[in-house]
T-cell receptor, first 116, second 111 residues
Framework: EPEVTQTPSHQVTQMGQEVILRCVPI?????FYWYRQILGQKVEFLVS????????KSEIFDDQFSVERPDGSNFTLKIRSTKLEDSAMYFC??????????????FGEGSWLTVV | RKEVEQDPGPFNVPEGATVAFNCTYS??????FFWYRQDCRKEPKLLMS???SGNEDGRFTAQLNRASQYISLLIRDSKLSDSATYLC????????????FGTGTSLTVIP
């Protein structure tokens, strides 16, 4: 069964450092997403990406964050100058079509980010 | 007002019991509805989509009430393996390409 893959599964970084989280969406999917979940809290939307550009972003996704599709398979989330409150599980997800069309999304196993 | 609201629980039920979760959504234009299951420190996994006429998948039944803007999930004959957090997810074509998640309802099935 096709799946979304993410690396690293866990990363510990010092406050102020930059982090890049990587994702390989399901190959025939066109929409990509990043969500995050702070421990014990709800899953929060960060950004959606379609046709090589950001489709939508939340208020969480400020200038500290950026996304990129550097090649035909990878989708990355960069977090600059990390803060303690960035510690969370970051989920990459993809869907064949967008939320507007009612498609379901499929999640990767997540990347745990711990900022110390 | 939150897009999606759920009773966080926890629900602690004995094996074999029937348990139901409700979820309300705020935007009447919402079009697509799902239940996801999330195990501790794992990714959400699609349990089932929710269709207007209601739908069933084995021991799981999902229903949609558009007039009252809620969806429900019924689990019959609970198994120990059903212990997880159940997430209500809604999408609204008018507000863009994101899926809105509830906080989740925690279920523990007790032997």
């Amino acid at each position: 069964e096709p799946e979304v893959t993410q690396t690293p599964s866990h990363q510990v970084t010092q406050m102020g450092q930059e982090v890049i989280l990587r994702c390989v969406p399901i190959s025939n999917h066109l929409y990509f997403y990043w969500y995050r979940q702070i421990l014990g809290q709800k899953v929060e939307f960060l950004v959606s990406f379609y046709n090589n550009e950001i489709s939508e972003k939340s208020e969480i996704f400020d200038d500290q964050f950026s996304v990129e599709r550097p090649d035909g398979s990878n989708f990355t989330l960069k977090i600059r100058s990390t803060k303690l409150e960035d510690s969370a599980m970051y989920f990459c997800a993809s869907s064949e079509a967008g939320a507007r069309t009612g498609n379901t999304i499929y999640f990767g196993e997540g990347s745990w980010l711990t900022v110390v | 007002r939150k897009e999606v609201e759920q009773d966080p629980g926890p629900f602690n039920v004995p094996e074999g019991a029937t348990v139901a979760f409700n979820c309300t959504y705020s935007n009447s234009a919402s079009q697509s509805f799902f239940w996801y299951r999330q195990d501790c420190r794992k990714e959400p996994k699609l349990l089932m989509s929710v269709y207007s006429s209601g739908n069933e998948d084995g021991r799981f039944t999902a229903q949609l009430n558009r007039a009252s803007q809620y969806i429900s999930l019924l689990i019959r004959d609970s198994k120990l393996s059903d212990s997880a957090t159940y997430l209500c997810v809604v999408s609204n074509p008018n507000t863009g390409n994101q899926f809105y998640f509830g906080t989740g309802t925690s279920l523990t099935v007790i032997p």
